[in-house]
């Protein structure tokens, strides 16, 4: 068995203390404005962007460096017609028989229902698949060790690219997504449907509800 090469930590940056805290205030202060938005603008948004930011949410950490995620783009008007309809279907069925009712009074305050227009009119559709397997370069299949952690960290990760390159995001969870595979043609069995991340800029008249994030001191422990 081959041993792994090692290289020097390439790009690594030490800053002095107080350029440290500086920038870990201002990466807050840059994230604090990010909300999630459901009024889009149809405006074009350029395809680099969008391929920088993937760049970006591809240099995620994974399991094994297996890099167990597929990253579907779509802005093809006809494709994001039929992922609305499909997501709608799904979505009336969870809002009218499948959701308890207490999950239906914890998204009351947000205003969601089954109507995603959003769907259509947002330029960019990112459909993010966890990879269960891949295959390696002579065609051996390898199974992915923590695909659903590793594909969540990169998710992370590309929301605060687009957030930072001025675009608004909104994360959707139909559920069942098993849609996403046969609209887009991607394999069953090796797939899954993570979310579907809509990218674009906000609507001029965009409205969010007015709410807030816990204080550190409900969710950080020191020990």
Known sequence: M???AFIP???YREYPEDEMRSRARAFHEELKRRRTVRDFSSR???????????????????????????????????TKRRIRAAAEEEEREF????????????????????????????????????????????????????PMESVGIATGMLIAALHMAGLATLTHTPSPMKF?????????AAERPFLLLVAGYPDEDAKVPDIGRKPLSEVVTYV
């Open 180 to 188: 996403l595979n046969e609209i887009l043609g991607r394999p069953k």
């Open 44 to 78: 074009p948004v350029p395809r680099a962007v969008i391929d920088d930011c993937l760049r970006a949410a591809t240099t995620a950490p994974s399991g094994a460096n297996l890099q167990p995620w597929h990253f579907t783009v779509v802005g093809d008007p006809e």
């Open 2 to 4: 081959n041993e792994p």
């Open 95 to 146: 809002y009218r028989h499948r959701a308890p009712q207490e999950w239906l009074d914890a998204l009351a305050p947000l205003g969601t229902d089954e109507r995603k227009p959003f769907l259509e009119t947002a330029p960019w559709l990112i459909a993010i698949f966890s990879q269960r397997y891949g295959r390696l370069a002579d065609g051996r299949r390898v199974k992915h060790y923590y």
């Open 9 to 11: 930590l390439p790009g």
